[in-house]
């Protein structure tokens, strides 16, 4: 009876430990599936296709612009949006930023256009449209932001994409098209990701070492000048003296291209850097 009693007792521990490795095991499995995306992460992966245009009874000339959103990065219960504004008006509000609460504060006419879209295999294609474009107003060069809401009003914007009616070249546009260009840019973007990432590691090593390079020259630079003038000063022929002043000229030449080097390498990957984003 004793030994059964112990039996259970080692049972119900094992059961016991068993159950709280579990919960343990479930909190984690939520834990990762809880796991979400910020409005700046998911604005990031957004990508802009392409603007067409077209004219339709239903809608006048319209200008849409066509974005994608890739299903890894879509959340679900956020707000997603265009708004809409003349160029011009980037200047003339200084506007480069807060586009919804500048709107709001200022009455600054900027619309605000809302698409469902429909779903890919990989992602989600929205289209935003400003509708009924008067004539008068085909040349007018609009920016489109997209941005990103959720529901705590933090808000993320993509930089702005530009395009007139008249400038816009596609209209009849398949799905499978669209797709296809949603692929093509997302490709670019992943490249371009990639060489900003190198350049701003390289531009972080170059500042990193920059100083000790210039130390590195100018010890070099110490160390030949020493060199010439035990030579200049040894030297007892016409011949010697002459093959030392040649030699103090390359010294010369030497520290400009070693200078010139340290100081414009870091400015050339900043350079590259900036080619590269921009």
């Not at 035990?230 to 030497?254: M, P, S, Y």
């Amino acid at each position: 009876m004793r030994k059964q009693s112990i039996h259970r007792q080692l049972y119900l521990i094992i059961f016991a430990l068993l159950a709280i490795l579990s919960c343990f095991g479930t909190g984690i499995s939520i834990a990762k599936a809880e796991t979400r995306y910020t409005v700046d992460e998911v604005a990031e992966s957004i990508v802009f296709i392409t603007f067409k245009k077209g004219s339709s009874e239903e809608r006048g000339n319209y200008l849409c612009a066509s974005f994608f959103f890739p299903k890894e990065t879509f959340e679900e219960d956020y707000e997603y949006g265009v708004a809409v504004f003349p160029e011009k008006y980037i200047a003339k509000y200084e506007l480069y930023g807060d586009y919804i609460a500048r709107k709001e504060s200022e009455g600054i006419a900027i619309s605000l256009s809302f698409s469902s879209g429909g779903w890919l295999d990989d992602g989600k294609l929205c289209n935003y449209n400003i509708i009924n474009i008067p004539e008068k107003g085909l040349s007018m060069r609009l920016a489109y932001v997209m941005f990103v809401r959720n529901s705590d009003g933090e808000v993320a914007y993509k930089e702005p994409v530009i395009s007139s009616f008249e400038e816009a070249i596609l209209e009849d546009v398949s799905i499978d098209e669209l797709a296809s260009m949603a692929k093509n840019r997302q490709r670019e973007m992943e490249t371009d990701k990639n060489f900003k990432s190198i350049t701003k590691n390289l531009s972080e090593l170059i500042d990193s070492i920059w100083i000790y390079l210039v130390i590195g020259c100018s010890a070099v630079v110490v160390i030949w000048g020493a060199y010439i003038g035990i030579r200049l000063a040894i030297a007892k022929k016409n011949e010697q003296k002459a093959d030392t002043q040649g030699i103090v000229k390359r010294l010369v030449i030497g520290i400009v291209v070693m200078f010139v080097l340290a100081g414009a390498l870091p400015l050339l990957v900043k350079g590259l850097a900036a080619w590269i984003g921009g």
